[in-house]
């Protein structure tokens, strides 16, 4: 009886006019879309839209397809029919169990191909994680909100579904927040885990911006266990016993058990889970580690194309910053410009130059454009910042010494916004200075995988384009 109800019920669900072009507008948005808007970091940005703010959608959604039955006043027939009460509504949350499943399912083609190129990060492997146990709470949580109302409209459900969905997804920030400020442990702190994206987050044991964790996670397992099947089991408890045909029949020391339930429901995380944030934040990824930007020595240097000029905005640390990102695996010629103070009697003799770089970049240039007698200096009318040369007079310009490098980033950790460090150091003279001016700088060259975020949105494209042909072919059927 129940593998019938289940069958049913699924098929009933899909066969709305309207709910696979539902499907692929959500798919789309999260998938498509949600891909091409973070081109830089794709695994911050979009692994908290999809893996983490798109299963709490399943809070409103299951709300609403739960109270959906009350609407209709299908669930009459239920408490009317010969079929028992607690199996249709055990199927009804399988069918959202399906559902979840078959979102999260959606999710893989993109990371499939994320995972071709970038392999799997530590934090991508929490995501992975995260992502089924919200689908799995919110479906409690939403099928609880939805078996409570009982009525002739959707909006009271679906609304307060939406108002759970906001005040779990603002606390996800709000926690981060106040671990980074050292206040994890405070009221508000602890506020913040009746979310059940904190508490899983806490229970896997890794934050998105925050740099602590909580030392221990037991009794953050135990509340995110009451939360969900506490939820599930009211939610049945109340349809199967203190609901009628049309209406509640709940008599004074039900309703109060509803409320005190609800209740608990939401304090018992607050109270009872971790916070003690005293462990540092696991590595997100494979990224090395950026030291300081440009020294002291007044070292200005900037990446451009070959034969181009000092851009208009120069310096920043990021050398490459008015450039489009290097490609991974791949090498690419440019100039490495280095913008010498020089005062306007002095000239620059010799010129040596070192290139080192960190986290997988390969950096090499010809030894005769490494070691400059006499360097080819380009004059350059670009401000000095107030640095100063030899002899502690003031540069009124600078020279630009030009040097053709091949660049190659490789072990890329994310499919955009890899920053790989380079470390510069050269040496000139000056004539009539026997004294050597040399300085040292560290500056990043950005880089990304090429057309990998095209591949990925195509990836995402191919469930939406699914669901779509489903709805063309189902609204010719039904015209």
């Avoid at 950005?446 to 191919?462: D, E, R, S």
Wanted: glycine share 10%; proline share 6%; charged share 15%.
């Amino acid at each position: 009886m129940l593998a019938i109800l289940y069958w049913e019920e699924l098929k009933a669900t899909v066969r709305g006019r309207f709910a696979w072009v539902g499907a692929a507008v959500l798919l789309l948005t999260v998938g498509v879309l949600a891909t091409v808007g973070t081109q830089d970091t794709w695994l911050d940005g979009y692994g908290i839209i999809a893996y983490g703010l798109g299963p709490l959608a399943f809070v409103p959604i299951s709300a609403a397809m739960i109270a959906s039955s009350r609407v209709s006043r299908f669930v009459e027939c239920v408490f009317t029919a010969p079929v028992p009460r607690r199996d249709w509504l055990t199927a009804k949350i399988l069918v959202l169990l399906t559902l979840a499943a078959g979102y999260y399912a959606a999710l893989t083609p993109m990371m499939l191909v994320y995972v071709a190129h970038v392999g799997f990060p530590p934090l991508l492997i929490k995501m992975l994680l995260w992502a089924p146990g919200l689908l799995l709470a919110s479906v409690a949580v939403g099928t609880l909100v939805g078996v409570l109302f009982v009525g002739d409209s959707l909006a009271a459900p679906a609304g307060t579904g939406m108002g759970v969905l906001m005040a779990y997804a603002g606390l996800l920030p709000i926690q981060e927040l106040m671990v980074a400020q050292g206040n994890g442990d405070s009221r508000t702190g602890h506020l913040a885990l009746i979310s059940p994206a904190v508490l899983l987050k806490n229970a896997l044991h890794f934050a998105l911006a925050a740099a602590n964790i909580p030392a221990s996670t037991g009794r953050t397992w135990v509340s995110l266990a009451v939360l969900v099947t506490g939820a599930l089991a009211l939610a049945v408890w109340v349809f199967l016993r203190a609901q009628g045909v049309e209406t509640w029949e709940a008599g004074r020391r039900q309703r109060w058990t509803i409320g005190l339930v609800i209740a608990g429901l939401l304090l018992f995380p607050a109270i009872v889970s971790n916070t003690n944030y005293d462990q540092a934040t696991p590595r997100a990824n494979n990224a090395p580690v950026v030291r300081g930007g440009f020294g002291r020595s007044g070292l200005a240097a900037v990446l451009v194309a070959p034969g181009s000029g000092v851009p208009s905005r120069c310096c920043s640390a990021l050398l490459n910053r008015e450039d489009w990102p290097l490609a991974t695996d791949r090498a690419t010629p440019r100039d490495l410009l280095l913008l010498l103070p020089v005062g306007a009697n002095e000239q620059v003799t010799r010129l040596t130059t070192q290139l080192t770089g960190a986290g997988g970049l390969d950096i090499t240039a010809r030894a005769s454009d490494l070691e400059q007698s006499p360097p080819r200096l380009e004059p350059h009318g670009f401000p000095t910042f107030g640095l100063r040369v030899a002899g502690d007079e003031r540069a009124s310009g600078v020279e630009v010494a030009r040097i053709p490098v091949m660049v190659r980033p490789t072990q890329p950790w994310d499919i955009g916004g890899d920053r790989y460090p380079l470390a510069i150091s050269a040496t000139y003279l000056v004539a009539n200075d026997a004294q050597p001016h040399t300085f040292i700088a560290r500056g990043l060259i950005g880089a990304q995988v090429p057309n990998a975020i095209y591949q990925m949105g195509l990836a995402a494209l191919l469930i939406p384009l699914f669901c779509a042909c489903a709805a063309i072919r189902r609204s010719w059927r039904t015209r």
